[in-house]
């Protein structure tokens, strides 16, 4: 097997890289006045205390596109109490694009679009606030959505978080269609401000579809952020994106946190086992776990999969550290992270077509030499009944992964 092993050199080359693209994106200027830098970001400084863990619920858009109205939103609040996902921290209920009217009011407010949601949103986030839920919106840092539908905040940020504040709005998405050409490191932060000033706490999640490393600035803007363009219901489109997204685990920590998009499982591209790998590797890598399917209408199989209370505990975990691959050998690869109480998550993938042995040394997951260590298997709910010592094994199919906690004990 090929080893990535990090050495000092790659360290040192790796700082250079990070200083020479922060320049580069203009994030810390090449002929600072240092102080001006630093009192910017203190200015910005985003402390809403939300998002210790990563933010968990569902959103519209991966199912209903633009076909949303507030039938479908009540329904799905219903739902997610009905099914039991509310108790296990699903509890945002997102609104994405297309809910509001193409122009804004004579005062330049912007208003829910009357044919899909009459009774407006304030009346929805009193509906989902009293089943215990959050109600999340959508909007954009340009001048229009990326529906083209509705407008975007761009210019309106003030005004638009004091709205969303007035209505009980708990997390905005903010998208990055139709803008100014000016960058995100300008537009987005625009908004932090409105919303730190808006008299309610809102989870601000940056969708710049990863543009401009949003990872190295995102975590003084908000409180996530998309690391890649949109995913799509496949195999290829969800084991691409958690690699590019994998890229910055050094990145994300309680308060913010790298997002590899929404998820996809239960929309019926992917087979049981990829949707199992698809879940699996978001929770590893602490992604918000965002259900993207229709949960009044999910199987038996898909419940299953999104209410695995032990995987949903790796992705929750007090410590917040997102896992990386810490060996590569063709499809088969090993992605591991440290869990509080010395745990460690481990996911053995296999990307290929053909069943394969892989092999977790405890040099490859950071584990001292000898330990006697406790796996616990998280899809099968069961721990092994022996103990290892140096390293663990298992066959694994195509397509397919395994996923443990271990513990070293004694
Ligand atoms: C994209 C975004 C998607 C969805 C869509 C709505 O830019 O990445 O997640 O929000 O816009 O139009």
């Excluded at 945002?92 to 804004?104: G, H, T």
Aim: charged share 20%.
């Amino acid at each position: 097997m090929e080893e990535r092993r990090v050495g000092y050199y790659e360290i040192l080359l790796v700082m250079v890289l990070v200083t020479l693209l922060h320049i580069s994106l203009n994030i810390v200027p090449a002929s600072a006045n240092f102080s001006d830098e630093v009192e910017q970001h203190r200015r910005n400084l985003l402390a809403n205390g939300l998002g210790t863990t990563p933010p968990m619920g569902w959103n519209s858009w991966n199912h209903f596109n633009c076909q949303i109205n507030e039938k479908i939103i009540r329904e799905t609040a219903d739902a997610l109490v009905s099914t039991g996902l509310s108790k296990l921290g699903y509890n945002y209920v997102n609104i994405d694009d297309c809910w509001a009217e193409l122009n804004r009011d004579d005062k330049g407010n912007l208003v829910a679009k009357k044919s899909t949601f009459p009774s407006g949103i304030k009346a929805l986030a009193d509906y989902v606030h009293s089943k215990g839920l959050k109600l999340g919106i959508y909007s954009d840092a340009g001048y229009f959505t990326c529906s083209n539908k509705m407008p975007g905040s761009l210019g309106h940020e003030f005004q638009d978080a004091k709205t969303f504040a007035s209505w009980g709005i708990d997390y905005l998405k903010y998208d990055n269609c139709n803008n100014d050409g000016s960058k995100p490191t300008v537009r987005y932060p625009v908004m932090t401000r409105a919303l730190m000033n808006a008299g309610r706490p809102i989870f601000f999640s940056l969708c710049e579809w990863g543009d401009m490393h949003p990872a190295l600035w995102g975590a003084r803007v908000g409180n996530s952020w998309r690391t890649t363009n949109d995913i799509n219901d496949s195999w290829d489109s969800m084991i691409s994106r958690a690699d590019m997204n994998e890229v910055y685990a050094d990145l994300a920590k309680p308060g913010g946190w790298n997002d590899p998009d929404m998820l996809e499982v239960g929309n019926g591209g992917m087979t049981k086992d990829e949707y199992i790998v698809h879940f699996s590797l978001w929770a590893i890598s602490k992604a918000p776990l965002l259900l993207g399917c229709d949960i009044r209408n999910m199987s038996k199989e898909i419940v299953e999969i999104i209410t695995n209370k032990e995987v949903i505990a790796v992705n929750q975990d007090s410590l917040g550290v997102q896992a990386k691959k810490v060996r590569m050998e063709g499809d088969q690869e090993i992605w591991a992270g440290p869990l509080s109480g010395y745990r460690v998550a481990v996911v053995l993938l296999n990307r290929g077509p053909l069943r394969n042995a892989i092999t977790a040394n405890w040099d490859d997951l950071g584990i001292p030499p000898k330990s006697v260590v406790q796996a616990r298997d998280l899809w099968q709910h069961q721990t092994l009944k022996k103990v290892f010592v140096d390293k663990l094994s298992a066959t694994v199919d195509p397509h397919s992964c395994k996923m443990y906690v271990l513990k070293p004990v004694g």
